[in-house]
């Protein structure tokens, strides 16, 4: 079993929150402030799930800044001890199918877009979920740390990070 938890960066760096977590609802679990949208995204999953991360930029409104921007998750530091809870951690490129338009262009009124598939990266980071011997059915609420490169223009320009929270659970 699989859950996947979506970061969104913004970019802009006048932002006052810049961070915002979504994850299926059916996982969700922590206090108002910890939930979808929130820069501490609070989960309880199951034991031996594969929790997946990934990082996608929102791009700046600012007019003046021409940038391309891109992230993706650098590196992760688990507190305490969440190392018994979090494990088998990786990378992957997670290639897939999407769909773009080609050729870009003007668009007309009512005129469908020109849309083609191919194959591109979205990268994630994954960990897998355990309990502890010592734990009946219910591990401890863990905080883990991310950081997320922010790259514009293939260039890196800054580092986030933060500690959202995971409860692993035995059903």
Same mark, same amino acid.
């Given at each position: ?14 932002? $006052? ?7 299926? #609802?059916?996982?969700?679990?922590? /206090? ?5 949208? $929130?820069?501490?995204? *609070? ?12 990082? &996608?930029?929102?791009?700046? &409104?600012?007019?003046?800044? $021409? ?7 650098? %590196? ?7 190392? /018994? +809870?979090?494990?088998?951690? *990786? &990378?992957?490129?997670? *290639? ?29 980071? %994954? ?5 502890? $011997?010592?734990?009946? &059915?219910?591990? #401890?609420?863990?905080? +883990? ?7 514009? /223009? ?9 500690? #959202? ?7």
């Amino acid at each position: 079993m699989a859950q996947d938890i979506l970061i969104i960066i913004n970019c802009d760096r006048s932002a $006052s929150n810049r961070i915002q977590m979504f994850c299926d #609802p059916s996982i969700l679990d922590g /206090n108002p402030g910890e939930g979808e949208g $929130s820069y501490e995204l *609070g989960v309880k999953v199951p034991v031996s799930t594969e929790l997946r991360w990934r990082a &996608t930029p929102l791009q700046t &409104t600012d007019p003046n800044d $021409s940038g391309v921007y891109h992230v993706i998750i650098e %590196q992760f530091h688990l507190w305490d001890n969440a190392g /018994n +809870y979090l494990v088998e951690w *990786g &990378t992957s490129n997670g *290639g897939g199918d999407a769909p773009f338009y080609k050729p870009p262009g003007n668009l007309t009124s009512d005129a469908q877009a020109a849309i083609g598939v191919e194959g591109i990266d979205r990268p994630f980071v %994954q960990c897998l979920t355990q309990l502890t $011997s010592r734990d009946e &059915t219910l591990g #401890p609420k863990i905080a +883990y740390n991310f950081t997320v490169a922010i790259y514009k /223009n293939g260039t890196k320009v800054e580092d986030l990070s933060w500690d #959202p929270y995971v409860t692993v659970f035995r059903p």
